[in-house]
């Protein structure tokens, strides 16, 4: 079955760093662009990034833009979530999900893991 | 931007009966409208994709319609296990990638 887990959520003091990772496996990772969506507490979601299969292109809300760098290592079935200068609204769970297209996206997302939490507080 | 407005925010129907989501976007997506369901404590789950599509493995009891700026998510037949949020999101002219603001299915 079709799997991603998101690891390196925790509690950070605003303007301080973390990376969040998300393994994937039981599919040709190297071959689907991925997203990251968050979920303030009590809140919808927020789309955050993506970047494409080969990590040649990637796009970013605004909110996180010049903030958030997302990357990926198809080596290591592994995308990742550099998020620097955090402030307390980035406080959420984090999400990493597939997007179904192979090669091209489609910009939804069929498959999400189980997310991890980022608490921005001092 | 594009801006993604759901109705109701809270939605109550009783088990067995039948539920209807809407979602309204600003301007035109054509068919590139998703829907998601989200148990609380978990991660959101695709239903519909191309705004009539079924996802992998949903149940027919989930349907979707529309096009160009309003949808509807119907559900028949309510069982236990469909109350939860659901979600509206649309893929065009991205970026960014905007989700409605959920409609919480509640027992009546």
């Known amino acids: 079955q079709v799997q991603l887990v998101e690891s390196g959520g925790g509690v950070v003091q605003p303007g301080r760093s973390l990376r969040l990772s998300c393994a994937a496996s039981?599919?040709?990772?190297?071959?689907?662009?991925m997203h990251w969506v968050r979920q303030a507490p009590g809140k919808g979601l927020e789309w955050v990034a993506v970047?494409?299969?080969?990590?040649?292109?990637?796009n970013y809300a605004d909110s996180v833009k010049g903030r958030f760098t997302i990357s990926r290592d198809n080596s290591k079935n592994t995308l990742y979530l550099q998020m620097n200068s955090l402030r307390a609204e980035d406080t959420a769970v984090y999400y990493c999900?597939?997007?179904?297209?192979?090669?091209?996206?489609?910009?939804?997302?069929?498959?999400w893991g189980k997310g991890t939490t980022v608490t921005v507080s001092s | 931007e594009m801006e993604m407005t759901q109705s109701p925010a809270t939605l109550s129907v009783s088990p067995g009966e039948r539920a209807t989501l809407s979602c309204r976007a600003s301007?035109?997506?054509?068919?590139?409208l998703a829907w998601y369901q989200q148990i609380p404590g978990q991660a959101p789950r695709l239903l519909i994709y191309?705004?009539?599509t079924r996802a992998s493995g949903i149940s027919a009891r989930f349907s979707g319609s529309g096009s160009g700026t309003e949808f509807t998510l119907t559900i028949s037949s309510l069982q236990s296990e469909d109350f939860a949020l659901y979600y509206c999101?649309?893929?065009?002219?991205?970026?960014?990638?905007?989700f409605g603001q959920g409609t919480r299915l509640e027992i009546k």
């Open positions: 039981r599919f040709t990772f190297s071959t689907y662009a």
């Open positions: 191309g705004a009539s």
């Open positions: 999101q649309h893929y065009n002219n991205w970026p960014p990638i905007t």
């Open positions: 301007q035109s997506v054509s068919n590139n």
């Open positions: 999900a597939r997007d179904p297209g192979i090669l091209e996206p489609y910009y939804y997302m069929d498959v």
């Open positions: 970047i494409s299969y080969d990590g040649s292109n990637h």
